[in-house]
C-alpha cells in the first residue's frame, strides 16, 4: 500500500495534524449522524468528562463501523502506525453551547514512550494517533479541537501561563496566540498525533458538535488498559478484525498491504 503523499508526510511533520476535508460525503455523515439521532443520547453536560462522550457506536450500524479503515484514511493510518497498526480506543463527543473547554496535554516534552513522534530518514513514526471524525463544522468559529503546531517536536514543556489562558478562555476568540482551531466542515477528519500538544476549545455554535475519535497505536503498544472488543451485531471484513486485536509482536499479520 501506497502512504501519505509528499506534501501530506511534510505537513504532519511540520505540524503534528492534518485535516483531510471532504472525508466523507453528505451522504456518509447523514448516516451517521442519523445512528446517533437514533441513539437518544441525554444532552451533553457543559464540564468536561463522560457527560458529554458517547462510546460502543460500532454496535450502532455499518456506517461506523466503515470508518475503521476508511479509504480516506488507510494510507495515513499505514505510513503513521505502520502495516501492523491496532484500535486502541475510541470514542465520539458531542457538545452543545457553553461547553468548556478541555486542557491542554501533550508535547514533545515531558517525553512519553506511548505518545510520540519521531522521523527516520524520511519516514514518520507516530504512537497513539487520532483520527477525529467530523459530523459537524468546527473551527475558530465554533471550537472544538485545538492544538499548538508544532509542538510534538518540543523541547520544552507548554508554558504555565498558556495553560491558564486556555483553561480561562470562554470562547475561541480568547484563546493565547499559540494555540489554534484547526477549520474543519463536515465531512472532514482531524488527524494528530497525541504527542502534539491539543485540547477543546469552548464550543459557542448553534449547532451541537459531534465528532468521533478513533484512536490506534503501533501494534507492540498500548495505551488504554481495556483492549477493544470485537463489536457484536455488525460485520467486519478480515482487516477490520485485525485492527481489534491486542497488542503483540510475535508472529502477527500486516494489516495493511
Not at 99 to 109: A, I, K, Q
Amino acid at each position: 500500500m501506497e502512504g501519505m503523499t509528499h506534501r501530506q508526510r511534510y505537513q504532519f511533520d511540520l505540524d503534528g495534524y492534518l485535516v483531510i476535508e471532504d472525508a466523507l460525503d453528505e451522504d456518509e455523515v447523514a448516516a451517521l449522524n442519523d445512528l446517533i439521532d437514533s441513539q437518544e443520547l441525554p444532552p451533553p453536560t457543559e464540564e468536561t468528562g463522560s457527560g458529554r462522550r458517547f462510546r460502543g457506536y460500532f454496535e450502532w450500524g455499518q456506517p461506523f463501523v466503515d470508518l475503521l479503515d476508511h479509504e480516506a484514511i488507510a494510507p495515513i493510518l499505514y505510513d503513521l502506525l505502520g502495516a501492523k497498526a491496532r484500535l486502541d480506543h475510541y470514542y465520539g463527543i458531542y457538545m452543545e453551547a457553553g461547553g468548556e473547554t478541555l486542557h491542554l496535554h501533550g508535547g514533545g516534552t515531558p517525553y512519553d514512550p506511548s505518545q510520540y513522534y519521531h522521523n527516520r530518514n524520511e519516514q514518520p513514526y507516530s504512537g497513539l494517533t487520532v483520527f477525529a471524525w467530523n459530523l459537524a463544522p468546527t473551527g475558530p468559529e465554533y471550537g472544538g479541537f485545538c492544538c499548538i503546531p508544532g509542538s510534538h517536536r518540543a523541547n520544552y514543556q507548554t508554558p504555565s501561563e498558556v495553560n491558564e489562558a486556555v483553561e480561562a478562555a470562554t470562547t475561541p476568540a480568547e484563546l493565547p496566540p499559540e494555540v489554534v482551531v484547526p477549520e474543519a466542515p463536515a465531512g472532514s477528519v482531524v488527524i494528530f498525533t497525541e504527542a502534539l500538544t491539543h485540547g477543546t476549545a469552548p464550543w459557542v455554535a448553534d449547532h451541537q458538535r459531534r465528532s468521533v475519535l478513533n484512536k490506534y497505536s503501533p501494534h507492540h503498544m498500548t495505551w488504554s488498559n481495556t483492549p477493544p472488543e470485537l463489536p457484536a451485531g455488525v460485520e467486519l471484513t478480515d482487516r477490520q478484525e485485525q485492527l481489534f486485536e491486542p497488542p503483540y509482536v510475535w508472529r502477527r499479520d500486516p494489516v495493511f498491504e
